[in-house]
């Protein structure tokens, strides 16, 4: 058994001996590793590791809350000793519960090898990551900080219902910022990957990425303000799932911070946009087997052809809307209750490939960076972003474009959408293909 599952087992009976009837514990154990290198030697090298217990404690229809990092029985029964006292000072919700034990079906996200390989070679997959980059081109003259991280972390809920659960994942990233020159201007470019088994990690492609959006950039131009179809990279499409998946969450409509808050069953977008979150889906970072309360996640439909189904619930925010919670209720750390939020939220992909639906655009921008995503207002959901990428002529790639910027609202543009492609991709827990977008106003 583990021991944080021991942990939350014994904090969840220390008061129940108190005279608690409600109560449960959430631990979690956190290692990571983080390398970065700059011209083939070691700029940084992190490791760090957490334990902690978080306690919530339910009495006469009042919430308690409490956490820390000192495990000792004296820490836990601190910790519910406070949570007791936060119980009698907090206003009275009949909508905060506790699960029940439920069946739900493991995953296996949890790479049994990774502990076994030397950090000397981790350190090499970085400068692989790096070395890849500069071998791309000529015209790359910088790479800035290659990085490879690691996470492993370990979960236990246990409850005065019987529930205990208990289980692994573990993550690795890579990513690098290649400088690509020529005739005196500079480009950037990003690469970037993540999976949950070190061996499935490609330094290569990872290097090559970066280079290649660096050196495609080279010679860009401005164009004239126009309205034409933009076509979105992947990596761009998940930054906009960004902007919106907060919306779709029970606790965003609740707290009237949602555009999509009045919404159900009517068409917030065009029909062959379909929007999921799964946390069952093992190419997102944030897969597990259940949220942290111990809901069993799976597969939420949020659009369908178009048509907003409904919104991503914790317990709670599902007691206030008469609804089953969804496997949504998600905790920042130990430290944060949880709340609504998205898992691993994607655009369904369709069947074209992304090239094909390049080919099929007789003038428009292929957009493959964007900056100031965190200013689209989530409330009206309107937007103005600068955006850089590469101007499509006849179906082909006609030469780089930056110094413009894209405006409109996040419905308009989503009912906009005209063609979704088949090569998902996910960029942490944000998944997109590539989708091509009508009659969007571009600012030269």
Known sequence: MSTILDLAQQAVEIAKSQGVSEVEAYSSQVAELEVEVSDGQVENLQKAEETGLSLRILKNGRLGFAYTNDLSRQGL?????????????????????????????PLDLLDREYSRVPVEE?????????????????????????????RFYEVAIANSHGLAIFYQVTGFSGSTMAVAEADGVSETGWGFDFAHRLKELDPKRIGEEAARRSVEMLGAKRVASQKADIVLDP?????????????????????????????????????????????RQVQGAAAAPVDDEGVPTGRTQLVAEGKLQGFLHSIYTAGKAGVEPTGNGLRSSYRGRPE???SNIYLVPGDKGGEQIISEVQKGLYVTSVMGMHTA???????????????????EIAYPVR????????????????EVGSDLRFTGSYGAPTVRVSGISISG
């Open 235 to 279: 990596v761009v499409g998940a930054e906009f799932l960004g902007v919106i998946a907060p919306a779709l969450t029970g606790e965003a409509v609740q707290k009237g911070k949602s555009l999509f808050y009045d919404k159900v069953g009517q068409e917030v977008a065009s029909k062959v946009v379909n929007i999921v979150d799964d946390g």
């Open 77 to 105: 029964e601190r910790a519910v000793q406070e949570a007791i006292e936060i119980t009698q000072v907090v206003p009275e919700d009949r909508f905060y519960s506790f699960p029940d034990p439920i069946d739900y079906e």
């Open 122 to 150: 981790k350190i090499e997959l970085a400068k692989e990551i790096e070395a890849a980059a500069r071998a791309y081109d000529s015209r790359v003259r910088k790479v800035r900080m290659a990085q490879y991280s690691e």
């Open 377 to 395: 207002n989530p409330i009206s959901g309107d937007f103005s972003l600068g955006a850089s990428g590469l101007w499509i002529e006849n179906g």
């Open 403 to 418: 110094g413009v910027a894209i405006a409109g609202n996040i419905v308009s543009f989503l009912k906009s959408v005209v």
């Open 340 to 342: 609504s939020s998205p």
